[in-house]
């Protein structure tokens, strides 16, 4: 209870707060002659400070550790971004990241933009989508819990609990320790990460088919076109910019991708990826923040272009 009466307390406060810095500042920039060129930066002032202490400042901070040893006392130079071209595990983390991003976003983008484009015209439509866009409302870390469950592996004289395997030995198969075969661990692993962003994709994507107007979709019937014709050669073309989007909204998703890795394997097996690499280096066994910070550079390095792109479209 007490936890719940602090919550409230801190909840009505924050609004509170918010809606006296509104009123109370725009009172005093109405009666102040020239209240017209600060009020900008009256209201944005509160969300610059706050991305500036909470975001800019602990990435430049990291860039600074990332050049220091493991206590952050001593400075390496590039020492850290050396050591990252020789560590195995850090190839095999970029390597698996990048197989990521040529798998994810492609299988999620397409299968939303099918998910959309089927739904689209179906009576039920609503019911449809909320129940494919419903993974959403799932974190990660409980994705990965759910999908564990599924590729759970028991011996060949016991009973099966993991969907999958329950699948493969009613078909005749043998079951198999799916999160520790190599590659196809890595594969099991996408999977989840494309049935919570196959929805998010579902959800722009379908918005952007209802923004086309119906008669150019009735003039390409009229001359002849097929429905796998106007979906190739009207729609798509006419709803490229969300795909675009969609597709690197899901990159940067990927890019940060953790909680699925660090649930289901914690990196072993072979599925380390780059931010449960940078974990264990921060916050695992004897801390190294040198190493682990120039992990996160890496990680913000790849993230940016990606992200500037994306506002920009």
Known sequence: MEQILFATGTILAGVSGCVGWIWGANRVLDLWPGG???RPWVFLG???????????????????RSLHDATGT??????NYLWLLNDPKFREAMRNTLLWLLVVPTLSTTFGLLAAQLT????????AQAMIFLPMAISFAGAGVIWKFVYDFRSVDQEQIGLLNAVVVAFGGAPRAWLSLPLWNSFCLMAVLIWIQTGFAMVILSAALRAIPQDIREAAMLDGAN?????LQITVPQIRGAIAVVWTTITVTVLKVFDIVFVMTNGQWGTQVLANLMYDWMFRGAPDYGRGSAIAVVI???VAPVMIWNIRR
């Open 74 to 79: 001593q400075w390496v130079g590039a020492g």
């Open 300 to 302: 913000m390095v790849l």
């Open 46 to 64: 509160p969300a610059l400070a706050g991305l500036g202490l909470y975001l800019v400042w602990p990435a430049l901070e990291t860039l600074w």
């Open 227 to 231: 429905p796998w014709q106007i979906f």
């Open 36 to 38: 017209a060129i600060l």
């Open 120 to 127: 689209d015209r179906i009576r039920w439509r609503a019911v």
